[in-house]
């Protein structure tokens, strides 16, 4: 499914529309973009509208695009939530690399965070970071995301192998985060 809006400082959360597609053919064609994804080739448009659809008809996804300055610059997602166990998985991909390093991923963080915990009632998030991707450990840290681990040798990309560092946030650490930066702002 595709999330609600969520407002933040620079970017909004909202749902993807079908024009928004070409977009993430053009960004996956980059490899700026996809040296950290999963991603072995750019899809073909037809390929992101099949994905459109299976993801608007998911009830195990929240999918939002991110904007800024009234423009689509990638998007961000709740994925394969676990409803008995209230845990989900979670990505991001800024596509367009104009906005990288401007506090966009942590705040698509903040709020996709925020919603997974007070709107879906999950417990636990959990992310993994190919171990050179400083930048988004970084932003999820930011948010509260503390690393649990490393898978050691676990993707193979550009001709070598690369950890993967796990992350993870539990609702009652967010919970406590949010009340301390409530009391310092006092």
Not at 120 to 147: D, M, P
Not at 158 to 177: N, P
Request: net charge neutral; glycine share 6%.
């Amino acid at each position: 499914m595709f999330g609600p809006i969520l407002h933040g400082p620079s970017v909004t959360l909202a749902p993807l529309e079908p024009e928004h597609l070409e977009h993430y053919c053009h960004w996956f064609a980059e490899p700026d973009v996809t040296r950290f994804l999963k991603l072995r080739h750019p899809p073909t448009l037809a390929e992101e509208h099949a994905w459109f659809e299976r993801t608007a008809a998911s009830s195990n996804d929240v999918v939002w695009g991110l904007f800024a300055d009234g423009q689509h610059i990638g998007s961000t997602a709740i994925h394969r939530i676990d409803w008995s166990n209230r845990r989900a998985q979670t990505g991001i991909v800024i596509g367009d690399t104009t906005w990288w390093g401007r506090g966009i991923a942590t705040q698509s963080h903040a709020l996709r965070t925020r919603y997974a915990f007070q709107e879906l009632n999950l417990e636990k998030l959990v992310t993994t970071v190919i171990e050179s991707n400083t930048a988004s450990q970084r932003a999820l840290e930011r948010v509260g995301y503390g690393s649990i681990g490393v898978h050691r040798r676990h993707e193979f990309r550009q001709g070598r192998w690369w950890d993967t560092r796990i992350l993870e946030l539990l609702r009652d650490d967010w919970l406590a985060r949010q009340s301390a930066a409530r009391a310092a702002s006092q």
